[in-house]
């Protein structure tokens, strides 16, 4: 099983970018799928999850900003990110579980398979 993330670069504060997180060895149409990010010294937080029924899932810091999404004909789920804050800055990680429950989605001990990271950085 791997998870590929892409789409992180720089941005300024009030743009957007979209992150794609690719997976092989597995089908995320049976997935609970999510985000989580890790800025310096932080610990790693949850950003968003879609559920197998899809029904999406946002940490208070970024609802109404970032979006969720899954293209299930391409096995890729994305999180576009629009209103980016320097706060924003962390890298961040996809993450998948064909067992999550729901109160378990921001503890990122109970998720299986992670992906490798890519770096987000919110910067004038």
């Known amino acids: 099983v791997q998870l590929q993330a892409s789409g992180g670069g720089l941005v300024q504060p009030g743009g957007s970018l979209r992150l794609s997180c690719a997976a092989s060895g597995l089908t995320f149409r049976t997935f609970t799928v999510g985000w989580f990010r890790q800025a310096p010294g932080t610990e790693r937080e949850f950003v968003a999850a879609i559920r197998y029924n899809s029904v999406p899932k946002y940490s208070d810091s970024v609802k109404g900003r970032f979006t969720i999404s899954r293209d299930t004909a391409k096995n890729t789920v994305f999180l576009q990110m629009n209103s980016l804050r320097p706060e924003d800055t962390a890298v961040y990680y996809c993450?998948?579980?064909?067992?999550?429950?729901?109160?378990?989605?921001?503890?990122?001990?109970?998720?299986?398979?992670w992906g490798q990271g890519t770096l987000v950085t919110v910067s004038s």
């Open positions: 993450t998948a579980d064909s067992r999550i429950i729901l109160s378990s989605l921001s503890d990122s001990s109970q998720w299986d398979y």
